[in-house]
């Protein structure tokens, strides 16, 4: 038992590695090896009554207005920084090909965020993150094998005892998740 157990974690360990060796030009402003984001994360739902708790609402183009997309793609879908003025207790850092930001766990309720990515082969990524008040889990994925869905949910209480801790990946979008704290979001932007 004790066997497939060190195995379990010397797997985890390879796929953070994997994962920050992908992100680590990005985190020194070089250029990344794969082909910028096309599109912006959008937000597709939202189920929370506290408008302060999640993210504001990004408009979906219908199809027939086309100054629709422009004005999504000129917002600001992630937070960039954390206020005073922001409750929450913890977010979901997410990252991606050439892109990071936080989403806030809501105080309240339940939202989701449509994550769209242009790949390198011209396909669409997509992914759905569901945020909860205590954690969040990966809804939808048009990846292959949907690893990332079975990975379940991370929340506050079992973010250190998972086997990939507090992160959900999808490898095949260069997509990551990482469920922090308050405090570890402001020591990481330096506040």
Not at 76 to 89: A, C, E, K, M, N
């Amino acid at each position: 038992m004790k066997f497939k157990k060190k195995w379990m974690i010397l797997i985890a360990v390879l796929a953070v590695l994997a994962v920050v060796l992908w992100f680590l030009p990005d985190l020194f402003g070089r250029e990344n090896r794969q082909p910028a984001v096309s599109g912006q994360p959008e937000q597709t739902e939202t189920k929370t009554a506290d408008p302060t708790a999640a993210p504001e609402k990004t408009a979906e183009p219908d199809g027939n207005d086309e100054s629709a997309p422009d004005e999504a793609n000129r917002e600001q879908p992630f937070l960039v920084q954390v206020t005073d003025s922001d409750p929450s207790i913890a977010y979901v850092l997410v990252r991606m090909q050439n892109a990071a930001g936080l989403l806030p766990l809501p105080l309240e309720g339940e939202y989701t965020r449509t994550i769209r990515q242009t790949m390198a082969d011209g396909s669409e990524a997509v992914n759905v993150l569901h945020l909860t008040s205590n954690g969040v889990w990966m809804e939808d994925s048009n990846c292959e094998g949907h690893d990332c869905i079975n990975e379940g949910e991370v929340t506050l209480e079992n973010r250190e005892e998972r086997v990939l801790w507090n992160m959900i990946i999808c490898l095949p979008h260069q997509l990551s998740l990482e469920l922090i704290t308050r405090e570890e979001a402001v020591r990481m932007i330096g506040q």
